[in-house]
C-alpha cells in the first residue's frame, strides 16, 4: 500500500503543476460587454460554445470562470527571477489580457495571485505536518505549524498591496462585471445557453475566491470544520471544489483522509504546541477578517453609494451585494470567519 504522505505528495505536485498554458478566452467580454444578447440571456453562439468545451474537455474544470482560469489564463511571467521571497509587483509579471478598466484588472489579478503565491509556500510543508503527527513528533510539528504561520502572515501582507493597485469604482462598475457567472444571477434567471454543446442552459459560478484550493487546504488541514458553520456557507465551499482541476481536488480529498492536526495537539496537552496552532488559526482568522475589510471597501460601500445616486436602478439591489460566485457576500465570509474562530483550542 502506497505510504499517505507518499500519495499526499504525489496529489500535491499534480496540483502545483497543473497546466496553465491556455490562452484566454474571451467568453468574458462576450457575456458581459460588447454582444447584445447578454442583456436577454439568450446563448452563446456556437462556435464560440464549442471553444469553449474544447478548452474545458482539455483541463477537466467546470468553468472558464473558475478561480484557477482567472488567476493563471490571463497571466503570464515575464522574467521569472527564482530565489527571492517577494515578487515586486508589475516588476516581472504581466497579463495577457486585460479587462476595461485600465489597470485595475492587471492590479486585481497579480495581488490576487502574489496572495497565493505567498500562501502556496506552505503546502510544501503540508507532508511534513502530517509525517509529524503520524510519527508523533511533537517538535517537528511544532517547527511546521510556525512555517505555515509565517507563510500566512506574508501572505496578508501582500494582500494590503490591493489599496494601491485596485480602484474600488473600477472594480465595482467595471471589472466586477465582467468576473460575474450565471448562476444566483437575477440578469439570467435560466442561466445561459451554449448552442451546439448543451440542448439546455447552465448556470455557471463566477470567479470566487472560494474555489483556491490553497484557502480550503489550511482548513482542512487544521480541522477548521466549515461544515459546522451556516449550512449555506458550507455548501458553497463544496459547490466551489468542483472548479477546482481535478489534482486540487484529489489533494483536498487526500488531506480529509489524513490524520488530525487539531485532534493530535489537544491530546498532548501541551500548551507551547497549543498556542503555536492556535497562532496558525489566527492567522487565517486574520487573513478572513482582512478579506471582509476588502468586500466592505470594493463592494459594500460602493454599492451603497450607486442605490443613493440611483433609487431607480433597473439592476435589482440584491445582486450587488453578491459575491461574483453568486453567494450572499458578508454572510458567507462572516460565517467562513466564524468557523475559523470557533477552531481555537481553548486553555485546560
Same mark, same amino acid.
Given at each position: 500500500?502506497?505510504? +499517505?504522505?507518499? /500519495? ?30 447578454? $442583456? ?12 469553449? *468545451? ?51 484588472? #492587471? ?24 509525517? =509529524? ?23 496578508? &501582507? ?24 450565471? #448562476? ?12 451546439? !454543446? ?8 463566477? @470567479? ?17 470544520? *466549515?461544515?459546522? @458553520? ?12 468542483? +472548479? $477546482? ?15 488530525? !492536526? ?8 501541551? =500548551? ?20 471582509? *475589510? ?5 463592494? !459594500?460601500?460602493?454599492?451603497? *453609494? /450607486? ?7 433597473? &439592476?435589482?439591489?440584491?445582486? &450587488? ?8 457576500? $458578508? ?14 483550542? #481553548?486553555?485546560?
Amino acid at each position: 500500500m502506497v505510504n +499517505y504522505v507518499q /500519495k499526499l505528495r504525489s496529489y500535491q505536485c499534480s496540483a502545483l503543476m497543473t497546466s496553465k498554458d491556455t490562452s484566454p478566452s474571451a467568453l468574458h467580454i462576450w457575456s458581459w460587454g460588447i454582444s447584445p444578447w447578454h $442583456m436577454c440571456g439568450i446563448g452563446v453562439m456556437e462556435m464560440s460554445a464549442r471553444s469553449c *468545451q474544447a478548452i474545458l474537455l482539455s483541463l477537466t474544470v467546470n468553468s472558464l470562470r473558475s478561480w484557477d482560469c482567472l488567476q493563471f489564463w490571463f497571466m503570464q511571467t515575464v522574467s521569472w527571477q527564482t530565489g527571492r521571497k517577494r515578487i515586486p509587483m508589475g516588476k516581472n509579471m504581466d497579463i495577457l489580457f486585460s479587462f476595461p478598466g485600465g489597470d485595475c484588472s #492587471k492590479g486585481f489579478f497579480l495581488v490576487s495571485l502574489l496572495v497565493e503565491i505567498a500562501a502556496a509556500s506552505a503546502i510544501k510543508v503540508i507532508p511534513t505536518t502530517l509525517n =509529524a503527527v503520524q510519527h508523533q513528533e511533537q517538535d517537528t510539528l511544532q517547527k511546521a505549524l510556525l512555517d505555515i504561520t509565517s507563510c500566512l502572515h506574508e501572505a496578508l &501582507e501582500v494582500f494590503h498591496q490591493i489599496h494601491e493597485y485596485v480602484d474600488p469604482d473600477l472594480f465595482f462598475n467595471v471589472l466586477r462585471i465582467y468576473l460575474s457567472g450565471w #448562476k444566483g444571477n437575477p440578469q439570467l434567471p435560466e442561466g445561459l445557453l451554449y448552442e451546439g !454543446v448543451w440542448d439546455t442552459p447552465k448556470k455557471f459560478a463566477g @470567479g470566487s475566491a472560494a474555489q483556491s484550493s490553497i484557502f480550503q487546504c489550511f482548513d482542512v488541514l487544521l480541522g477548521i470544520e *466549515q461544515s459546522a @458553520g451556516e449550512t449555506s456557507a458550507a455548501a458553497f465551499l463544496q459547490e466551489m471544489r468542483i +472548479y $477546482m482541476p481535478p489534482a486540487h481536488q484529489n489533494f483536498l480529498h487526500s488531506l480529509e483522509s489524513g490524520p488530525s !492536526v487539531r485532534e493530535f495537539v489537544r491530546s498532548r496537552g501541551d =500548551a507551547r504546541l497549543q498556542e503555536t496552532y492556535n497562532d496558525c488559526v489566527k492567522a487565517m482568522v486574520s487573513l478572513r477578517s482582512y478579506h471582509l *475589510q476588502i468586500v466592505t471597501k470594493y463592494i !459594500v460601500i460602493p454599492a451603497h *453609494q /450607486k442605490s443613493k445616486k440611483n433609487q431607480t436602478a433597473e &439592476e435589482p439591489p440584491d445582486l &450587488e451585494n453578491k459575491g461574483t460566485g453568486g453567494t450572499d457576500l $458578508m454572510k458567507f465570509l462572516k460565517s467562513v470567519r466564524g468557523t475559523t474562530e470557533k477552531a481555537l483550542l #481553548k486553555e485546560g
